[in-house]
T-cell receptor, first 112, second 111 residues
């Protein structure tokens, strides 16, 4: 059975800290891994990773995929209170359905 | 361009009542999905559709039905609501096997 596991489940840091969120996956016919940010409403897309070792970057956020060890990390540097959210990781199998398998999410709280 | 919209935003039902949640997208997406989100469990797929007139079961389909009569709309029905269906429901759509775009969610409470 396909599954995606995120760790830690929750995290509290102070502004300026750097955080690393983890996502491991077991997805049959794996195609890509996606990261979303959810702030009390709809998840919004952050990154899609398909190749190992290639870092995707957007401002203070970056992510990388390791297809050999079946995991991905999401890094946030110089955290701000606006980074407080639930971060969701999802695995996408190769299929014609577009289905995603979501992890439980990591709740990040950034304190001033 | 409104993206993905959901109606209603909030609803309280009594056990045994029925209701329909409406999802609409204006991006001409083929694929649409209904998820439920419960604390500590991420997003779980209820039903999905790969095109107008098609539907399929997801991970947690029991107690729900869906219909996709028009490409832009995806309806989720609860025939006889149960307290276990108290949750936040999200609809999503995509044009292909790519990132999904989510609606704002519907918070449903079943008493």
């Amino acid at each position: 059975e396909d599954k995606v596991v995120q760790s830690p489940l929750s995290l509290v840091v102070h502004e300026g800290d750097t955080v690393t969120l983890n996502c491991s996956y077991e997805v049959t016919n794996f195609r890509s891994l996606l990261w979303y940010k959810q702030e009390k409403k709809a998840p919004t897309f952050l990154f899609m990773l398909t190749s190992s070792g290639i870092e995707k970057k957007s401002g203070r956020l970056s992510s990388i995929l390791d297809k050999k060890e079946l995991f991905s990390i999401l890094n946030i540097t110089a955290t701000q209170t606006g980074d407080s959210a639930v971060y969701l990781c999802a695995g996408a199998p190769s299929s014609n359905t577009g289905k995603l398998i979501f992890g439980q999410g990591t709740t990040l709280q950034v304190k001033p | 361009n409104a993206g993905v919209t959901q109606t209603p935003k909030f609803r309280v039902l009594k056990t045994g009542q029925s209701m329909t949640l409406l999802c609409a997208q204006d991006m001409n997406h083929e694929y649409m999905y209904w998820y439920r989100q419960d604390p500590g469990m991420g997003l779980r797929l209820i039903h999905y559709s790969v095109g107008e007139g098609t539907t399929a079961k997801g991970e947690v389909p029991d107690g729900y039905n869906v219909s996709r009569l028009k490409k832009q709309n995806f309806l989720l029905g609860l025939e006889s609501a149960a307290p276990s269906q108290t949750s936040v429901y999200f609809c999503a759509s995509t044009s292909r096997v790519d990132t999904q775009y989510f609606g704002p969610g519907t918070r449903l409470t079943v008493l």
